[in-house]
């Protein structure tokens, strides 16, 4: 059993129009096996098709520069180079985030390119679960999260990969709690 722990940044404004419609722009992510151990590292920006251009809200926001998402690749064919990084395929996986947003736009940018979203189904909110193992009534933020557990943030909060690397301290701080 692989656990993908992952972040997603995707296209955001300020105050968000209605018809505007999300786009991962980039994808960061942790293999770790059953026994704790990180076995692989997954981090592409992603050239957002619907609106191209990033709002000046969306790059303050994450750090990311316009030129990484225009020189970078498609949504099907990175989320190809993730499949097959995972090898999600052919192994056991769990696709571990903080909180449903993440997934929603995972089976989202699949549904606009007409890809599979089945995949998506193994998955785990850590942050419902974490409010529960806490007993909280609301779930902190990830940031938050991490500095509760006395756990040193690292890289820069927003972006995917620094994101991701956070909440892979936080999964294996609590490695035989989370239930799959």
Same mark, same amino acid.
């Given at each position: 059993m692989n656990y993908i722990v992952y972040d997603l940044e995707a296209t955001c404004w300020e105050n968000t129009p209605p018809s505007f419609v999300q786009e991962i722009i980039e @994808?960061?992510? +942790?293999?770790? =096996? !059953?026994?704790? #151990?990180?076995?692989?590292?997954? =981090?592409?920006?992603?050239?957002?098709?619907? *609106?191209? %251009?990033?709002?000046?809200?969306?790059?303050?926001?994450?750090? @990311?520069? $316009? $030129?990484?998402?225009?020189?970078?690749? %498609?949504?099907?064919?990175? @989320? /190809? /180079?993730?499949?097959?990084?995972g090898r999600i395929f052919e192994e056991d996986y769990v696709l571990c985030s903080w909180g449903g947003f993440d997934k929603r736009m995972f089976a989202s940018d699949c549904r606009? *390119?007409?890809?599979? %979203?089945?995949?998506? =189904?193994?998955?785990?909110?850590?942050?419902? $679960? +974490?409010?529960?193992?806490?007993?909280?009534?609301?779930?902190?933020?990830? &940031?938050?999260?991490? #500095? =509760?557990?006395? @756990?040193?943030? %690292?890289? $820069? !909060? !927003?972006?995917?990969?620094?994101?991701? #690397?956070?909440?892979? &301290?936080?999964?294996?701080? !609590?490695?035989?709690?989370?239930?799959?």
């Open positions: @994808i960061g992510a +942790y293999k770790i =096996n !059953h026994f704790g #151990e990180v076995r692989g590292k997954f =981090n592409r920006f992603v050239k957002p098709l619907a *609106h191209p %251009t990033l709002s000046v809200f969306c790059k303050q926001l994450t750090g @990311i520069p $316009q $030129q990484s998402v225009n020189r970078a690749k %498609t949504f099907p064919e990175v @989320i /190809e /180079e993730f499949w097959d990084w606009m *390119h007409r890809l599979e %979203t089945e995949w998506t =189904n193994s998955h785990v909110n850590l942050k419902e $679960q +974490y409010r529960l193992m806490k007993r909280m009534r609301r779930p902190p933020g990830l &940031k938050k999260a991490v #500095e =509760n557990e006395d @756990i040193l943030f %690292t890289g $820069q !909060h !927003h972006r995917a990969i620094s994101d991701a #690397e956070n909440l892979v &301290k936080l999964f294996l701080k !609590h490695l035989g709690s989370w239930s799959f």
